[in-house]
């Protein structure tokens, strides 16, 4: 049997991104078998690549820009010199896509915007993952995650009124908005097979949180009331003896019947039936459920709550995640042999596809590993002229 083609195999993007917005989705694209081409500044590179301090060789290639950048080639290339913009003129017209994250204006600033591009190659497909959008107030503002959790209404929300407003410590947006860039691209590309055509891409921080909120907003715009998932009178972070579990007490008739069965005490159900007597009464239910959830151990309670078939879980850290029997089993850890750090596991592809799986084809690259070959393999610096084939 030969090997499948990959889905992306034959594509050719040109990777403006750093940090992670962008360089979560093109990791994506070349997951899938894009030959993904980095341009990175000579002799910086990627935001990432100096995010902990020392420009050494090993703090330029740390295993945070590892975990966003392989399956790529890194090329540097002095983009504001005359010489560095055509060599990023002759990739174009040999690639299928741009994509950048920088703030809106950027690209046209370099020379390299849609209306530009698409005049050496109609087929060009530009994606630009910005802060909060290319146009409107706020298209100045440097996109980062914070802000946008902040702006969306994201950050505002809490389990509980006295708990003190915080920033969500995992780069929600960035990923987030990282996944519809690679949706706008992926559609993008089934419809240039229809019309011939490229076209601009767009995605914003503030757009993908706003999205996330949907059901949210629904209720917000419809009936001007908030609808937040986590402050619900049945669902809650408990400590037990050894650590905590969550509950979240619904989809079932009733929840409030069974929590009280596995925690051994009274059915208060008959006092409280229904969603509002247990809003109004969510300090009294929860103080009972921390009460009874405090006398024993994880295990016993996941135990006893799963015999009443509830959504329950137990609260980990990360690093007991990563070496769960689960995380192996859906091959989410990925092996990397790396020149600086010795054998490294990297997050995988969450996207699981039988026939073209995801696999090491390119390490992380180090700052400019691969310009000669590039330069070479695309006859870079000679006019933009294409050697026949």
């Not at 090997?3 to 991104?17: K, Y």
């Not at 750093?18 to 935001?47: S, W, Y």
């Not at 060599?87 to 915007?113: E, K, S, T, W």
Request: aromatic letters at 6%; a negative charge.
């Amino acid at each position: 049997m030969t090997e499948a083609t990959l889905p992306l195999d034959g594509i050719r993007v040109i990777d403006f991104t750093q940090v992670m917005l962008g360089p979560c989705a093109t990791q994506m694209l070349g997951d899938f078998g894009a030959d993904v081409i980095k341009i990175e500044r000579p002799g910086a590179g990627d935001l990432s690549r100096n995010f902990f301090g020392e420009p050494s060789e090993a703090a330029m290639n740390n295993v945070v820009f590892a975990s966003l950048n392989r399956n790529k080639r890194s090329v540097t290339i002095d983009t504001k010199s005359e010489e560095g913009r055509q060599m990023v003129y002759d990739l174009v017209r040999q690639a299928d896509v741009v994509v950048d994250n920088f703030r809106a204006g950027v690209m046209d600033r370099l020379g390299f915007g849609f209306d530009q591009l698409k005049e050496i190659n109609p087929r060009i497909i530009c994606a630009s993952g910005t802060g909060f959008g290319a146009t409107g107030p706020y298209a100045h503002k440097g996109g980062q995650d914070v802000l946008a959790q902040a702006m969306s209404g994201v950050m505002e929300k809490t389990q509980d009124p006295s708990v003190p407003k915080s920033i969500y410590p995992t780069t929600l947006c960035d990923y987030t908005a990282g996944m519809h860039l690679v949706q706008g691209i992926l559609a993008a590309l089934l419809t240039r097979q229809k019309t011939g055509e490229g076209q601009r891409v767009e995605v914003s921080l503030y757009d993908s949180m706003i999205a996330m909120q949907m059901q949210e907003a629904a209720q917000w715009n419809a009936h001007r009331e908030v609808l937040n998932w986590a402050a619900m009178p049945l669902t809650g972070v408990f400590d037990t003896t050894d650590g905590a579990v969550v509950i979240v007490g619904a989809f079932k008739a009733n929840p409030l019947r069974d929590i009280c069965t596995a925690l051994e005490i009274e059915d208060l159900s008959p006092q409280y039936p229904d969603l509002a007597s247990q809003r109004a009464n969510k300090p009294f239910l929860q103080d009972t459920f921390r009460k009874a959830l405090a006398t024993n151990t994880t295990a016993y309670w996941l135990e006893r709550l799963e015999a009443q078939d509830l959504l329950c879980a137990p609260v980990r850290a990360l690093g007991e995640a990563l070496e769960d029997p689960q995380t192996a089993i859906n091959q989410m850890l990925l092996r990397v042999d790396h020149p600086f750090h010795g054998e490294l596991e990297l997050v995988g592809s969450p996207v699981h596809l039988n026939r073209t799986p995801v696999a090491l084809r390119h390490l992380p690259p180090r700052l400019g590993e691969h310009t000669e070959e590039v330069v070479a393999e695309f006859g870079l610096g000679i006019g933009g002229q294409r050697a026949a084939e």
